[in-house]
């Protein structure tokens, strides 16, 4: 009995330290997440999802080599530019989608970080909290779209995920070296953006 009773013990112990290892791990890790973005002189944190994850300069699109997409595949008379090597690929792609009768259209390809932050300043006049807006919009400086290789599908909301179209590039468009940067599985990289597609060939 005694014997048991110190066996039950130590089982007790240990689930209690391995609790209280994981807790302090989360929390220090949570600590270690010191990434802020500035907006109009206001220091904002960037929550989890974004930490870590700050666009750096080999990632940031050169502007002097950004073109037009062709308007076809362009929503309603946007201008949308990217990298030669993502339109490229993309003009590639939505061939043989529209030969499957599927019609890809894009409504976003390259913003630049001033280009977020005017996101940003618009939605704070309009009202709405920092929290609440990062919960859909990409902070200055982290959003995959600053790098020229990713767009956005039409329609670029959570509603895309039930799409024909979306089931045709989750089965195709790794053929064509685009990825979905945040699908529904990926640990951290929530929402998911179903709509969020990226050029990156493996090479
Ligand atoms: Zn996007």
């Known amino acids: 009995m005694i014997m048991k009773m110190n066996e039950y013990k130590r089982q007790v112990i240990t689930v209690l330290a391995a609790f209280l290892i ?20 206001v220091v904002y944190t960037v929550p989890t999802r974004w930490c870590g994850h700050k666009m750096d300069s080999t990632q940031i ?15 309603e008379d946007y201008r949308i530019y990217v990298l030669p090597e993502t339109r490229d690929a993309l003009v590639k792609m939505a061939a043989a989608a529209r030969a499957d009768s599927i019609e890809l259209i894009v409504d976003s ?12 300043r618009r939605r704070l006049a309009e009202g ?13 400086g982290y959003s995959e779209h600053e790098t020229g290789r ?6 670029s909301n959570a509603s895309f995920a039930h799409t024909e179209a979306y089931r045709w590039l989750k089965k195709n468009a790794h053929k064509f070296g685009f990825y979905e940067t945040y699908p529904e599985t ?18």
């Not at 807790?23 to 973005?37: G, W």
């Not at 699109?61 to 929503?75: G, I, M, Q, S």
């Open 22 to 41: 994981m807790t302090v791990s989360r929390s220090l890790a949570a600590e270690e997440c010191r990434d802020t973005v500035v907006i109009d002189s």
């Open 61 to 75: 699109a050169d502007k002097t080599r950004l073109v037009r997409l062709p308007a076809e595949l362009c929503f």
């Open 109 to 120: 390809g390259f913003r630049s970080a001033a280009y977020q932050k005017r996101i940003y």
């Open 128 to 140: 709405e909290s920092f929290d609440k807006i990062v919960q859909f919009v990409a902070p200055p």
């Open 150 to 155: 990713a767009v956005d599908m039409v329609p």
């Open 186 to 203: 990926k640990e951290g990289l929530i929402p998911w953006e179903s709509s969020h597609w990226c050029y990156q060939p493996s090479e």
